[in-house]
């Protein structure tokens, strides 16, 4: 399989670590890295999760953000929006990764996490969050919506 698939349910400690499930972590370490010491990009991700990147799949998105021609003060404020909620960091020999204060509040994370695969990165959500997004879609409906099947 390619990228970054399946959900994992899992906790954020008291000093706002979480260890990445070891799925992703291998995935991580398939991209380049060297030992369970894994630099990730964060970011704030759409509808209210983090986006986890590895450094060159982050790379690659932003590239493509630069070419956007900047055709009114909102794109500027779009692209200033999002690489500004970019925060690079590793993992520690734990495996785990500390998530920046404010990105757990844009995230609304308290405890309770919920780790989902979406191909060239993974988003971590709140577990409250993630149920009341996903809850009323049906598998059917969302093969539909992308023409899978």
Same mark, same amino acid.
């Not at 590895?54 to 590239?63: V, Y």
């Given at each position: ?9 899992? @906790?954020? !400690? ?52 630069? #070419? ?8 500027? /404020?779009?692209?200033?929006?999002? #690489? ?7 993992? !520690?020999? @734990? ?12 995230? @609304? ?22 149920? /009341? ?17």
């Amino acid at each position: 399989m390619a990228g970054f698939t399946g959900t994992v349910y899992h @906790q954020v !400690d008291e000093k706002g670590r979480v260890r990445i499930p070891s799925k992703f972590l291998s995935k991580c370490l398939e991209e380049g890295a060297d030992s369970l010491v894994v630099p990730l990009a964060l970011m704030a991700g759409s509808q209210g999760c983090i986006s986890v990147y590895t450094l060159d799949a982050l790379g690659s998105r932003l590239e493509e953000l630069d #070419r956007m021609p900047e055709t009114s003060a909102e794109v500027i /404020k779009a692209k200033r929006k999002i #690489r500004g909620s970019v925060e690079e960091s590793v993992t !520690d020999k @734990q495996g785990r990764l500390v998530i920046p204060p404010n990105l757990r509040n844009i995230a @609304q994370i308290n405890r309770d996490l919920v780790t989902v695969g979406m191909g060239d990165h993974f988003e971590i959500w709140s577990k409250d969050v993630f149920e /009341k997004g996903e809850g009323d879609m049906s598998f059917e409906t969302a093969f539909s919506l992308v023409g899978f099947f």
